[in-house]
């Protein structure tokens, strides 16, 4: 499998929102499978463009009842200072092999790209972006993450560590700020670690996006313990699973992008953090720490724990 090449720049056109309900505003309705061992959710039918590969358009959530290597080609974003990245060797700390990723991000750091400006719209952030690619087959993507033990959360807006973003999609706006909304988002929010899938509906031009939330895990489990994140995006079959610690935690049988197909789409991570100015006084400092991050056709191809013989990115 090919290693991930990165970019560091400033990333830019993501929006939130905080419906966490179904596609038509409802709350999904929550049953138990047949054999006793998952639960469904069940948003209902709708009269989509799109059809999914499921009658009933299902969620599923696969849990018991009861319960790089990187190489940075250029550095075109400005506005931002040193010690907002670094790349560290220490491999009592690492989550394989010697090298992980520290990213930090502090009141103020906001930096701009080409004709996008984070500070002018009430956006922070510092990420590494994927190249694109095509919305085709079976794309998959797995990393580990880890939070300092000072992290804390905004008040009001959650902050984005992780999400698939998207070129040539459809367009809108959110709350008064011209949007391109991504695909996929992981959001650290009220003490939680949460998988948001952005369902993207209506007009290709005027698009509109309810968020669909997983929650996955506190965020006092991930201070100071890595969490291995692996998650698979299957165009072919209009299908989304995920991955905890190499424990599969769901399926969403549902077109990963919604209603609309884009050019392409990218993997992005390290801190962002979207309508700043709700947060009382200044931001909190945020420090995260990555490894391992891979991407490949499969999840076998992504996640050691699912294949212990990946070799250690470094």
Known sequence: MKKLFLILILSFFSSHSFAGSCPDGSAPVRSISADGTYFVFNCGNSNNEQKSSSSNNQITEINPVNHSGWEQLSNTMTGLSSHNFQYLNDSTKSRRGNQYQSFELRDGDCGSYRDWDDCANDRQRVEFTASPLPP????????????????????????????????GGPTGFMEGFKSNPGVLMFHAQEGYYDFDWLYLHGSRTDIKQTDLKFRLLSLNDMKGKWTDISFCLDFAKNNMSLWVNGKRKFDINQPPTGLHLPESIFFKYGIYQSFVSKHSGSTPTQIVYYDEIRRGSSVEEVDFNINPNLKVID
Not at 138 to 148: E, G, P, R, V
């Open 136 to 167: 085709v087959g079976k794309q998959c993507m797995a990393f580990s993450i880890m939070l300092d033990d000072s992290f804390v959360t905004m008040d009001s807006s959650p902050t984005a560590l992780g999400q698939i973003q998207q070129k």
